[in-house]
């Protein structure tokens, strides 16, 4: 027998009704404006300008699944006291003046977010022990130059062995490189750090916890050994930022390798102006390698410091074209 359907079968979700949905969105003025100093599942730490504890928050619904990032200047909304069980809203993420990106290899079209926000990019390499790995520091020297961050290398361990060869190996490239074994004075890198936002990258194993609470001396990063085949443990998890004077230090965790897929030989070379000038008068779909790929690369006509710096990038543009893994 057929059934008879009357408005009492007619279900309606509650809070839904025909209330029509809009794009608007609250101004919120009243918003706080900090730094996000920390990250984890789904909430952020951030300090608020003037102050020196950091607020809990979570991320507004309006805001959807935009990326937050240590770094980052926000807006927060709510109860902002930082008292104990306390959970404010971001509700603005300010435009980042810097962004150090990375993919998980060449091949992942997917971007990670390292740090936003950072004036420099401290690459942390050990001289030995583990041993030094130039396919990582050039990958991330790619990545501070098109992610408008300057960076410098920090040698350690150099207390094992002698600094000098590896570091010439970037000479050309006027990149700042310091030696901060654990016998070396800490006071030169802390001038570099101090009133600047500083993110520190380096593989595990190299000493960048031990360099942190250095620098930070009531940082307590978690330091490790290095195994028998030359790999540190890994002892920071997540990006963390921590006052120094007038600034920050931003420790990020310890990575294996360093994918580009983001990025091409044109933007590398762009990051130089009298190299970006000269490859205007390369040919069509150049690689910038020189002979035999790009027998007509207009890189080999620049002489003298110019000449040197081509030579020197193009050392950055072969580790850029390379797959291999940099533990």
């Given at each position: 027998?057929?059934?008879?359907?009357?408005?009492?079968?007619?279900?309606?979700?509650?809070?839904?009704?025909?209330?029509?949905?809009?794009?608007?969105?609250?101004?919120?003025?009243?918003?706080?404006?900090?730094?996000?100093?920390?990250?984890?599942?789904?909430?952020?730490?951030?300090?608020?300008?003037?102050?020196?504890?950091?607020?809990?928050?979570?991320?507004?619904?309006?805001?959807?699944?935009?990326?937050?990032?240590?770094?980052d200047r926000v807006g927060v909304v709510g109860d902002t006291s930082g008292q104990p069980g306390t959970l404010s809203r971001i509700v603005k993420l300010e435009e980042r003046t810097s962004v150090l990106r990375r993919t998980a290899d060449d091949t992942?079209?997917?971007?990670?977010?390292?740090?936003?926000?950072?004036?420099?990019?401290?690459?942390?390499?050990?001289?030995?022990?583990?041993?030094?790995?130039?396919?990582?520091?050039?990958?991330?020297?790619?990545?501070?130059?098109?992610?408008?961050?300057?960076?410098?290398?920090?040698?350690?361990?150099?207390?094992?062995?002698?600094?000098?060869?590896?570091?010439?190996?970037?000479?050309?490239?006027?990149?700042?490189?310091?030696?901060?074994?654990?016998?070396?004075?800490?006071?030169?890198?802390?001038?570099?750090?101090?009133?600047?936002?500083?993110?520190?990258?380096?593989?595990?194993?190299?000493?960048?916890?031990?360099?942190?609470?250095?620098?930070?001396?009531?940082?307590?990063?978690?330091?490790?050994?290095?195994?028998?085949?030359?790999?540190?443990?890994?002892?920071?998890?997540?990006?963390?930022?921590?006052?120094?004077?007038?600034?920050?230090?931003?420790?990020?965790?310890?990575?294996?390798?360093?994918?580009?897929?983001?990025?091409?030989?044109?933007?590398?070379?762009?990051?130089?102006?009298?190299?970006?000038?000269?490859?205007?008068?390369?040919?069509?779909?150049?690689?910038?390698?020189?002979?035999?790929?790009?027998?007509?690369?207009?890189?080999?006509?620049?002489?003298?410091?110019?000449?040197?710096?081509?030579?020197?990038?193009?050392?950055?543009?072969?580790?850029?074209?390379?797959?291999?893994?940099?533990?």
């Amino acid at each position: 027998m057929a059934r008879s359907w009357d408005e009492s079968d007619i279900r309606v979700r509650p809070g839904r009704g025909t209330r029509p949905r809009t794009k608007d969105r609250p101004a919120h003025e009243d918003a706080e404006f900090g730094m996000v100093v920390t990250k984890d599942r789904g909430r952020w730490g951030v300090v608020l300008d003037g102050r020196t504890d950091a607020v809990v928050t979570m991320r507004a619904r309006e805001l959807g699944r935009t990326p937050i990032e240590v770094g980052d200047r926000v807006g927060v909304v709510g109860d902002t006291s930082g008292q104990p069980g306390t959970l404010s809203r971001i509700v603005k993420l300010e435009e980042r003046t810097s962004v150090l990106r990375r993919t998980a290899d060449d091949t992942d079209p997917y971007e990670r977010i390292v740090v936003a926000n950072a004036g420099q990019l401290l690459i942390v390499c050990a001289v030995a022990d583990p041993p030094p790995r130039s396919g990582f520091v050039e990958r991330s020297l790619i990545a501070a130059f098109v992610g408008n961050i300057r960076p410098i290398i920090c040698l350690t361990k150099s207390d094992l062995a002698d600094p000098s060869e590896f570091a010439a190996e970037f000479a050309d490239l006027d990149v700042q490189v310091i030696v901060c074994g654990v016998e070396d004075p800490i006071e030169p890198l802390m001038e570099l750090v101090e009133g600047q936002v500083t993110a520190l990258i380096g593989h595990s194993g190299v000493g960048k916890s031990t360099l942190v609470n250095r620098i930070v001396p009531d940082a307590h990063r978690e330091t490790g050994v290095v195994s028998g085949v030359g790999k540190g443990r890994h002892t920071s998890t997540q990006s963390v930022a921590l006052p120094v004077k007038d600034g920050w230090i931003i420790d990020t965790p310890g990575i294996r390798s360093f994918g580009l897929a983001h990025v091409d030989a044109d933007t590398v070379v762009g990051v130089f102006g009298d190299l970006a000038e000269a490859v205007e008068n390369c040919p069509r779909g150049c690689t910038h390698m020189g002979p035999p790929a790009d027998p007509e690369c207009a890189l080999d006509e620049l002489e003298g410091a110019s000449g040197r710096r081509a030579t020197a990038v193009r050392g950055l543009l072969a580790a850029l074209r390379t797959n291999e893994d940099w533990e």
